[in-house]
């Protein structure tokens, strides 16, 4: 698999060019589903672009925490923005500099999350493809006939067959942003699009983290994602139970 292009002087990333294309298609996706439920576009800008820094921000934070020891070996790594990212950093990050953005804007900052997630997981999946592209992310070794070898990569190791989870996490990602959509087209009660996101895309990554062969810092038997969904699935079930309490509380007024 190969990651650089090179035309002439020019050098294209292609993990860099489905990041791109993941961020665009997120506000592109967001901003249609805006104007169908006569949503402020404005706000949503505002969001996108606080999402993107706070999600930037978040997911080098958590890098470094799960990497400390290298960081403290080599500080020059804090300077690397070539790689060093970490999807749950990102999300976080996002989620909470969006927030604060509603709240500066005295916006409901749950419609807002249910309106954005499903557009974050196609995003996600636009992203794990640059994964598969530059060899991140890389799975075990397999002797399966389902395998990628790279022969290039600096992440994953040449000339093994590898278990493609960048392709099985884009599949899922995918496949959950489009569930999600269908989902809100039900009109449910606010805040449960971003609860089921928070229940399937932490029991996904949680069996995805049991195929991966990169580091990624560990918790006792659990690596940092495995430990990280866990809260996530929680908190998703919580928010969804709340979400339907709240609507029956609200009814029975």
């Given amino acids: 698999?190969?990651?650089?292009?090179?035309?002439?002087?020019?050098?294209?990333?292609?993990?860099?060019?489905?990041?791109?294309l993941g961020y665009m298609s997120a506000l592109l996706i967001s901003e249609r589903r805006a104007k169908k439920r006569g949503m402020d576009p404005d706000i949503l800008f505002g969001i996108f672009w606080c999402a993107v820094l706070g999600g930037a921000a978040g997911s080098k934070i958590l890098y470094y925490t799960v990497s400390i020891k290298d960081v403290l070996q080599d500080p020059s790594i804090l300077w690397n923005f070539q790689n060093g990212w970490v999807v749950y950093g990102g999300i976080i990050g996002?989620?909470?500099?969006?927030?604060?953005?509603?709240?500066?804007?005295?916006?409901?900052?749950?419609?807002?999350?249910?309106?954005?997630?499903?557009?974050?997981a196609f995003a996600q999946g636009c992203g794990?493809?640059?994964?598969?592209?530059?060899?991140?992310?890389?799975?075990?070794?397999?002797?399966?006939?389902?395998?990628?070898?790279?022969?290039?990569?600096?992440?994953?190791?040449?000339?093994?067959k590898l278990i493609p989870t960048q392709i099985y996490s884009a599949v899922g990602d995918f496949a959950m942003a489009f569930l999600l959509m269908a989902y809100a087209k039900r009109e449910?009660?606010?805040?449960?699009?971003?609860?089921?996101y928070c229940v399937l895309y932490s029991i996904g990554r949680f069996f995805i983290e049991m195929l991966r062969n990169d580091y990624r810092g560990e918790f006792g038997f659990l690596s940092t994602s495995q430990l990280i969904s866990i809260f996530i699935l929680a908190l998703g079930v919580g928010l969804f139970l709340w979400a339907g309490k709240r609507r029956e509380?609200?009814?029975e007024k």
């Fill in 1 to 20: 698999m190969i990651n650089d292009i090179h035309i002439g002087p020019l050098t294209i990333h292609m993990y860099g060019v489905m990041v791109a």
């Fill in 94 to 120: 996002g989620v909470l500099t969006g927030w604060g953005y509603c709240r500066y804007k005295k916006v409901d900052f749950l419609s807002y999350l249910d309106l954005v997630l499903p557009a974050v």
């Fill in 128 to 160: 794990r493809i640059g994964c598969f592209f530059a060899g991140c992310c890389y799975g075990r070794e397999t002797d399966s006939v389902l395998s990628i070898q790279y022969w290039q990569s600096v992440y994953a190791p040449n000339g093994v």
């Fill in 188 to 196: 449910p009660q606010k805040g449960k699009v971003a609860a089921v």
């Fill in 249 to 251: 509380g609200n009814d």
